[in-house]
């Protein structure tokens, strides 16, 4: 069976590729350029690729950023610090993006003849971003098994797990953790303090090791 996996290059999507080709799937992947000020996540998502010799497709979508604003996209617009339980994290989210996204790597995944589509929205996503909900994720099977006579299935295996329950299985399948990027800022360095390094932080010092990337602060990771 043929599987296409939604690829940021963040910590999820990148253990997501790895756990959907660990089990048989004839694997691709389809990344996306909308205008993120941390576009740098792009060369880590074909770095992977490049190693486990998935094929891989960048879209450009920058168009997007001009159509939903948000403090990811607007230059104007500084990315908040903080946790994601904070209310300034809000500003995080791009509105729709998902629906978009996943729209597009349907079209591909139909070309494609592609069974399943897959994403990495998790439990620690939900609070803040309405397009990682169940009920978002139900609704978008609905609709994507009934868009095309080419019946595809999205699925969002990880949609009840946590971060650190995410970097379990990527520790157990081998995941190069040194090639994920999932800072907001897209710096040279992470920068330690917006929501998603501090979610990524915690999970593993939670499981007691040392994150592989560099960041701009100094960590305890004891």
């Given amino acids: 069976m043929k ?3 939604v690829l940021s290059g963040g910590m999820d999507s990148t253990t997501l590729l790895y756990d959907v080709k660990s089990k048989g799937y004839e694997t691709y992947a389809i990344s996306f ?3 993120q000020k941390h576009s740098k996540e792009l060369e880590f998502a074909k770095k992977t690729c490049d190693l486990l ?3 891989h497709k960048i879209v450009d979508i920058s168009f997007f950023a001009k159509l939903a604003p948000s ?3 607007l230059a104007n617009w500084q990315i908040p610090e903080g946790y994601y339980t904070d209310e300034n994290m809000k500003q995080t989210v791009v509105p729709n993006r998902n629906m978009v996204l996943l729209s597009i790597a349907t079209a591909y995944a139909i070309s494609i003849r592609a069974q399943k589509l897959f994403y990495g929205a998790h439990a620690g996503d939900h609070p803040i971003y309405p397009d990682c909900r169940k009920e978002f994720v ?11 006579y080419h019946t595809v299935e999205l699925e969002a295996p990880y949609i009840d797990l946590k971060k650190e329950d995410i970097l379990k299985i990527g520790l157990k399948l081998g995941v190069d953790f040194s090639l994920t990027w999932s800072c907001y800022k897209g710096g040279e360095k992470a920068c330690g303090k917006c929501g998603t390094c501090t979610e990524r932080i915690e999970a593993f010092k939670k499981l007691g090791i040392k994150d592989p990337i560099e960041y701009e602060i100094e960590i305890d990771w004891n």
């Fill in 138 to 148: 139900e609704a978008m099977k609905s609709a994507i098994a009934l868009c095309d």
């Fill in 3 to 5: 599987a296409l996996v």
């Fill in 53 to 55: 010799k998935v094929p």
């Fill in 33 to 35: 350029d909308y205008g």
């Fill in 71 to 73: 403090a990811l996209t």
